[in-house]
């Protein structure tokens, strides 16, 4: 399931259950003397949050049980609310970008980049030196699982939410000293916004961000794709008239994973 779907449903879910937790006090009231204590209505919000988060997998039927008790536990223990503020910032350093750029922090799966290792091998007896770019890299993790493949010479990753980007630099540290000399300037980290980057510098540009960004995406990419190269975008595609707006073609849709399947999209430049 993506990420924002999952985002969006353990949401709905808590919604769900305080709609729940209401209907219940209400009820209940007729018989008994409310206040209820704290507990009780732990108990009740708990129950709903069981009941409505029974169709989801079972992580994250576990985080819909685990949200209330968090709540309850932090008014419960009365934590101070500077905690507060240290996690609204560890927030902002990590998902700046959601607000800034409609796009959150969240990672490509292991799918992904099974899945584009098996395109990089295919093309490998047609292409070499091919430079990858993601768009938005956050902690690097899609760049240092295709670093080492023979087809690429360089990646570069695009990223300016502060705490992904400082756990990806803390990686090129790590993977420098583990591939030393030619291959160390092999991954390219650069904190920069990539709309204002020039995406015609690259052969493949990869991109996992959000719906909101999508015809964005369309108009740099027709803007600045050079004719031979790929755009990829995972899980979210552009629409048929942005496509036709801005001269890209869905070349290929690769459905990855079984139980939960998502979507690889692939577009080049119509000729
Ligand atoms: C959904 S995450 C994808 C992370 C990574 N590409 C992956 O697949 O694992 C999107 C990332 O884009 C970053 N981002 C969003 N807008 C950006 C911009 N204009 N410039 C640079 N980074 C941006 C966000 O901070 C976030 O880390």
Known sequence: MGQLKVIARLLAVQLAAGLWLFILVLIASKWLEPPFADHWLLLGWLFGAALFSWPLKSLWRGVSLIIPLFVYGWFALAIAPIWGLVIALVLWLVYRNGAGHQVPFYRSSTDVITALRIWLDESSPRASGLRLADMGCGDGRLLFNLADHPVLSTLYGYETAWLPYWLARWR???WQKRHPGKSASKIQLVRQDFWQQDWGAFDLVYVYLSPAVMAKVAEKAGQGLQQQAWLVSYEFAISEQDCAAHHLTLTDVWELGETDP??????????
């Open 172 to 174: 090129l540290f790590t």
């Open 262 to 271: 998502t979507r690889l999209y692939w577009y080049q430049k119509s000729v």
